[in-house]
Nanobody, 120 residues
Framework: VQLQASGGGLVQSGGSLRLSCVAS????????IAWARQAPGKEREMVSA????????YYLDSVKGRFTISRDNAKNTMYLQMNSLKAEDTAVYYC??????????????WGQGTQVTVSS
């Protein structure tokens, strides 16, 4: 059971990247999915998330209108499309899948992280 993230890299300010995260060993469509990031010296922060119904989404204020989270259940893959990138978006990005069975029992998986560097 794992999540494998890819798609990071070095891009100039204003550019775009699409992060991908492939799930194996479980069906991603049963899970809430999310992307988080951690910049050097800072705490990890949630960037975007989407519920199983694919209608309820969350975006960090600083990425609204620039980032889009999505999933392709047929490919068991989740994505983060990042446009108009800024230097402050530089971080390691992590994918996450989570399912709650009850108020005290949940199952969560994290990908290994992919580095995004935006040059100004």
């Amino acid at each position: 059971v794992q999540l494998q993230a890819s798609g990071g890299g070095l891009v100039q300010s204003g550019g775009s990247l699409r992060l991908s995260c492939v799930a194996s060993g479980f069906s991603l469509d049963e899970y809430c999915i999310a992307w988080a990031r951690q910049a050097p010296g800072k705490e990890r922060e949630m960037v975007s998330a989407i519920r199983r119904n694919n209608r309820t989404t969350y975006y960090l204020d600083s990425v609204k209108g620039r980032f889009t989270i999505s999933r392709d259940n047929a490919k068991n893959t989740m994505y983060l499309q990042m446009n108009s990138l800024k230097a402050e978006d530089t971080a390691v990005y992590y994918c996450n899948a989570d399912i709650s069975y009850s108020s005290i029992l949940n199952e969560t998986y994290w990908g290994q992280g992919t580095q995004v560097t935006v040059s100004s």
